[in-house]
């Protein structure tokens, strides 16, 4: 399945792109499937998800945890916890 | 009156204040936050998600409307480039009743730093250039909002 | 800085700001209190005991600049005859730390309603003229900051 | 001994004026007996001081008790609870 992925803060910086579309083997169920693959990709992803407990998410605008299933999602957002404000 | 704006341009407080006291209101309480030049800050930048950022701050705008009585509530954020003065944050709440108005004010720039989709990263007049880790305080400060 | 001032004539509240914000901090409130026209009111009046009006505000900024740590503080109340829509009351406090700036102005707005010898008199448009009476819900809120 | 009294709000307009200097009688001891001196000498002391609770009491600036003894004042406030802020 094909879907867009944006980085953002520090995970854009080491992954070296704001945003780019992917396709995804289908086995990967969830949100920490996913950060596993992209950390076996290369090396930019090795780096940015080597602690994925760092990472935070939103599938469509919506914030979700580490088991969210990717099924249906059109854009997934990877980010370090918000500092804002 | 809700206005919300997530901006990159300086934000200007006094047109700010007029558009909001246009109506005339019993209590308006305010916040401002400004860059803080400490530790030889010379820049900092916000990082957002637009569509999540402006989502964030409606949310938390109508949360805000819904809760109490008011008159007129305005919410403004800066976004990407800013130095060390320059307003970062605009809240003001407007109510028939000071409490109301109070009230609203710190929950609005309590919810703010932990509900809103923005990263910051500081730069240094020595070159080190680092991303604001997120604090415990913040979200301890947000959740006293969350019954 | 701390600034206070009781007077007849109308608050600037543009003017104060630019004086309070000389300095630059990192996080100011601000509380603005207006006369409300409920009810048909036409005129309100506030009485003042001029020397210990003066001193009850100058003792209030002081509690606050001792229990909070403020770059700049304003109070200013304005007495005698006001319309509705005049700025009674307004509360400036700016901080390097954003939740002392918010305490430190509720606690000043809060305890202004209790400990400063002032006496309000309505006038209503069919030509009724009433001396407010003390309200129960000021003194509840202002003994919060007791402790 | 001779002081000077200033009432305040409505206290003021049912004495009729802001500020009066007085002669007291030496007996008057403390504040609850100078509201009931006041009561006693005209109508318009009757009116003002006709429910005594309804009343504060400044001496010289400072916020006084009914059993505040008068000795050594100079000048006493009488007022209503404060409405202000």
Redesign the interface.
């Known amino acids: 399945m094909a879907l867009t992925i944006?980085y953002?803060?520090?995970v854009?910086e080491q992954m070296g792109v704001a945003e780019e579309v992917v396709e995804l083997p289908v086995e990967l169920a969830d949100l920490t499937a996913l950060l596993a693959w992209l950390a076996a990709r290369d090396g930019r992803g090795a780096l940015a998800f080597a602690e994925p407990q760092r990472i935070r998410a939103?599938i469509d605008?919506v914030m979700m945890g580490p088991r969210a299933p990717l099924v249906g999602a059109r854009e997934i957002?990877l980010?370090?916890?918000?500092?804002?404000? | 009156m809700i206005r919300v704006a997530v901006q990159a341009a300086a934000i200007d407080v006094g047109a700010e204040l007029d558009l909001h006291d246009a109506g005339g209101h019993g209590a308006s309480a305010s916040f401002v936050g400004r860059v803080r030049g400490d530790g030889g800050l010379v820049e900092l930048f916000l990082e957002h998600h637009p569509v999540m950022t402006e989502a964030g701050l409606g949310d938390l705008a109508h949360a805000a409307a819904d809760r109490w009585q008011l008159g007129a509530l305005t919410l403004i954020h800066r976004v990407e480039a800013m130095a060390p003065g320059d307003t970062i944050v605009l809240v003001l709440a407007s109510s028939p009743h000071r409490s109301e108005a109070l009230a609203a004010c710190e929950f609005l720039i309590d919810r703010l730093k932990t509900d809103v989709m923005l990263w910051k990263r500081e730069t240094f007049g020595d070159g080190r250039v680092t991303w604001v880790e997120a604090r415990e305080g913040d979200a301890v400060r947000a959740e006293r909002w969350a019954r």
């Open positions: 944006s953002f803060a520090w854009r939103a605008g957002a980010f370090p916890p918000v500092t804002g404000g």
